[in-house]
């Protein structure tokens, strides 16, 4: 059974501190790693991928991917008000976009405080 | 680029009955995934179909099922609903579902309450 873990929170972060959240998985076979951002009542959005052990950034993201601890971090530096939404961490058996099916964690609050 | 259409965006029917929802994927999308969210459970995949073939399912009784049209236009059916069945069901299409920077877009989703 694939597992995908996540503090469910909530986290809260003063305005311009960086939010680090967290997500451990199960299954040692997992190839790709992707991390959601979903707002209340809205659908969830990709905001970062990644496929190797270590750390992708994309502006004020980085993702941090550790196949050895089954490990896999998101920190968002600067943290801005419209940065409180749920986070998603999803991970994929396959090396590509994930339509052979993400088993998702149950995603982190995030609340960024003004 | 119109985004990845579902309707209804709401629905609400009775235990023992069937429903059909609706998905249209981003255009040049033919891969189109179906996912259930739930508190409970969050969010867990129900199947995914590229080129009106079934090519991945997940652990969901077979009530659920899905079909794709020859525009990649996807429709979910459930039939003999139950009470728990009740979730947010999201469709989300990518181009081809295999690349590795591809990204897999979801629409709004379809609210199913079942009475």
């Known amino acids: 059974q694939k597992e995908v873990e996540q503090n469910s929170g909530p986290l809260s972060v003063p305005e311009g501190a960086i939010a680090s959240l967290n997500c451990t998985y199960s299954?040692?076979?997992?190839?790709?790693f992707f991390w959601y951002r979903q707002y209340s009542g809205k659908s969830p959005e990709l905001i970062m991928s990644i496929y190797s052990n270590g750390d992708k950034e994309d502006g004020r993201f980085t993702a941090q991917l550790n196949k050895a601890s089954q490990y896999v971090s998101l920190l968002i530096r600067d943290s801005q008000p419209s940065d409180s939404a749920t986070y998603l961490c999803?991970?994929?058996?396959?090396?590509?976009?994930?339509?052979?099916?993400?088993?998702f964690g149950k995603g982190t609050h995030l609340i960024i405080q003004p | 680029k119109a985004g990845v259409t579902q309707t209804p965006r709401y629905l609400i029917k009775t235990r023992g009955q069937q429903v059909t929802l609706s998905c249209s994927p981003i255009s040049g999308h033919r891969s189109v995934s179906w996912y259930q969210q739930t508190p409970g459970q969050g969010l867990q995949f129900l199947f995914e179909y590229f080129s009106e073939t079934q090519r991945n399912k997940g652990n969901f009784p077979g009530r659920f099922s899905g079909r794709q049209f020859s525009n990649s236009r996807s429709e979910m059916n459930v039939s003999t609903l139950e009470l728990g069945d009740s979730a947010l069901y999201l469709c989300?299409?990518?181009?081809?579902?295999?690349?590795?920077?591809?990204?897999?877009?979801f629409g709004s989703g379809t609210q199913l309450s079942v009475l």
């Open positions: 299954d040692r076979g997992s190839q790709s």
């Open positions: 989300a299409s990518s181009y081809s579902g295999g690349g590795t920077n591809e990204k897999l877009f």
């Open positions: 999803a991970v994929s058996l396959l090396s590509g976009g994930g339509a052979d099916g993400l088993t």
